[in-house]
């Protein structure tokens, strides 16, 4: 019987494939080591890491996706160099979070290092309000900005206690008649053009369904205003005067794009909110282009009292988006519109 023939490798070849082993090992392992190294200079890994006082005080998974989500790449590495805060996702997290403006968030929070004995965590703040108060400027003083409303932005313009109007005048005033309005035969309430036919348009969906909406102030001139202020300083003093009304040069009236609506059924202005016209406003008013300009809670943000009375004109479609955001307007243009 015939012996079968063994082939044996020749050394070199075993060597070869020796090698070339080896060198699928090495780059696996280098691949591997790239990739390693390449994580570990991401951002998302220099936040895992970044630790507070103790090991516990760290960035959570949920917190690190959201900051790589909401902030651009030199935001994500200018707050890598901050360290850690167990505040700042707090605030990032929020809708309307703006990063330029995180230390003047954090003022108004109080961290171990601020006061040790009064920080109580992260729970108890109202961070949307917050974020609300220093993105429209609240947390400035009043009438001491140099700001001017932006004439350009239309019916979304803007006049409070940080945005001057100055000697503003609107050129397309008309007169309310006198079915729509309070007063006599010889009083004067004008709104521009566009918001006053906007008005009688709501007057009459809102009739319809039996309100009968009264107009009782609406554009007022800086002079008019002057003493309109002054009336309430004199009587009340300064303090009582800035929290009902503004000063010359800074009144939404001076727009003439702001209406005080009241109703035949309730005009007092304490009571109004109750009124049958309130809730109709409070559901209609934005699909005419109107909104509450100072609702009930955010009197730290408009920098007024309550106000179930005064309503401005923005634009349907403005009006609206406003609405849908749940925003004071302040709030809704300092974040699109002048962010």
Known sequence: MAKRKVYKFKTWIKILIFIDVLIVIGAIVGYNYYKDYQYKETNEYKLSQIRGNSDKEKYTEQEIKTILNKLTDEEQKDLI????????????????????????????????????????????????????????????????????????????????????????????????????????????????????????????????EGIYLLALSGYRSKKEQEKEYNYYKTYKGEKYADSIAARPGWSEHQTGLALDIYAKENSDAKTFDTSNAFKWLSENSYKYGFILRYPKG?????????????????????A???????????????????K
């Not at 609405?323 to 300092?334: F, I, V």
């Open 298 to 318: 955010y009197e730290s943000i408009t920098g007024y009292n309550y106000e179930s009375w005064h309503y401005r004109y923005l634009g349907v479609d403005l």
């Open 320 to 338: 609206t988006k406003v609405m849908e955001s749940g925003l004071t307007y302040d709030e809704y243009y300092a974040f699109y519109l002048d």
């Open 81 to 208: 160099s901050r360290g850690y805060n167990e505040f700042y996702p707090c605030f990032i997290g929020r809708p309307y979070f703006i990063y330029s403006k995180l230390d003047q968030y954090m003022e108004y929070v109080i961290t171990k290092e601020k006061d040790f004995f009064k920080y109580h965590g992260t729970e108890g703040y109202d961070y949307d309000k917050l974020i609300g108060i220093v993105n429209s400027h609240a947390n400035e003083n009043p009438y001491e900005s140099d700001r001017v409303s932006d004439e350009s932005k239309g019916y979304g313009m803007i006049a409070n206690k940080h945005y001057q109007l100055g000697d503003y005048a609107p050129d397309d005033l008309e007169s309310i008649e006198w079915k729509y309005r309070f007063g006599d035969a010889n009083t004067k309430i004008e709104l521009r053009s566009e918001a006053h036919a906007a008005y009688l348009t709501m007057w009459e969906a809102a009739h319809e």
